[in-house]
């Protein structure tokens, strides 16, 4: 237990069960004080939250549905917490979706909708939801998103969502100096290979994990904990210098050649 973010209202989207990203980032913001707002696309994923809550003893300050595809969804989701909640000082953006076939083969065979598809749900989806979250963000804030090295380097099967993370990363990097001059900073995170229901069943994903071990500095995995703590330092004061920048959270992973 730490202070770091205390009296913090803080919104995280995308938790859909014990293994997401967002859980463990939820960990670590409980740990640090914060009060948190949930936002989830399916019910099934809002009652796997509640459960979790529950049994962690965490009361949470609101929850709300949202789906990032729909704009009035995410102006109605923004409007409730504003209305419950007022001011919100935090936001954690862990969602991204692509079709699953396309997540393997080659990158070329990408059809329109497919790009399009990874664009609005991964990308798109940030600049909407920085957009309604600055009207509540009145004392100045941190907005952090979840990215992966794909958007830097060709890793193969990652294909169009590298491409959709790129469009994320240089997002980061716009949206941080819109909105600095309120005082609220954007960064994200950028993990290695993490065992979650959307890398589930996907094509390489057992590859990438058994490399971490051989090649990574630290060899070691990279869990939810880690990626939920380095998030907190960055929504936190301690990071009160840092803006528009990508952290990796991946035992070093990406300073190998
Ligand atoms: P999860 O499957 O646990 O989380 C993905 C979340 O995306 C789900 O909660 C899902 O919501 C949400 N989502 C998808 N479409 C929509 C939508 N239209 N509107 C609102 N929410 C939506 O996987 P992860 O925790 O792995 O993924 C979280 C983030 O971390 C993603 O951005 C991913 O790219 C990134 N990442 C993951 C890595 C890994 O190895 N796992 C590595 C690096 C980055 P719902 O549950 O309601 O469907
Ligand atoms: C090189 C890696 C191997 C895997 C390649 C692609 C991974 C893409 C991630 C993307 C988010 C997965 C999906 O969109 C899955 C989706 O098509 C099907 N799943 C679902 O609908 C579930 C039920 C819901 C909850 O999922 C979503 N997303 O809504 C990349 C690895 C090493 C690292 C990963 C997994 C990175 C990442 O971005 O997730």
């Not at 057992?206 to 990279?222: F, G, H, T, Y």
Request: net charge negative.
């Amino acid at each position: 237990m730490n202070s770091l973010l205390k009296n913090k209202n803080i919104v995280v989207m995308g938790v859909a069960n014990n293994r997401s990203i967002a859980w463990g980032i939820t960990k670590s913001l409980h740990n640090a004080g914060a009060n948190l707002i949930f936002t989830n696309r399916q019910e099934r994923s809002k009652q796997k939250l509640e459960k979790l809550l529950a049994q962690n003893e965490i009361d949470p300050t609101l929850i709300v549905s949202c789906d990032v595809a729909d704009d009035e969804s995410i102006v109605n989701a923004f409007q409730e917490i504003g209305e419950k909640v007022g001011t919100i000082h935090g936001l954690v953006h862990s969602v991204a979706f692509a079709n699953r076939d396309e997540l393997n083969g080659e990158y070329a065979d990408t059809s329109r909708d497919g790009y399009l598809l990874a664009q609005n749900i991964s990308s798109y989806s940030l600049v909407a939801v920085t957009r309604e979250a600055k009207k509540l963000m009145t004392e100045g804030g941190g907005i952090v998103t979840q990215t992966y090295l794909g958007a830097e380097r060709v890793v193969p099967n990652y294909n169009v969502m590298g491409v959709a993370k790129a469009a994320l990363e240089a997002s980061v990097r716009y949206l941080a100096e819109d909105v600095g001059k309120y005082g609220i900073r954007v960064n994200a995170v950028s993990a290695g290979p993490i065992r979650t229901l959307s890398a589930k069943g996907v094509s390489g994903f057992n590859d990438k994990m058994s490399v971490i071990e051989e090649k990574a500095p630290l060899r070691r995995q990279i869990d939810q904990d880690q990626v939920g703590d380095a998030t907190a330092f960055l929504l936190s004061d301690m990071a009160r210098g840092v803006t528009g920048d990508v952290l990796h959270v991946d035992s070093g992973f990406h300073i190998i050649a």
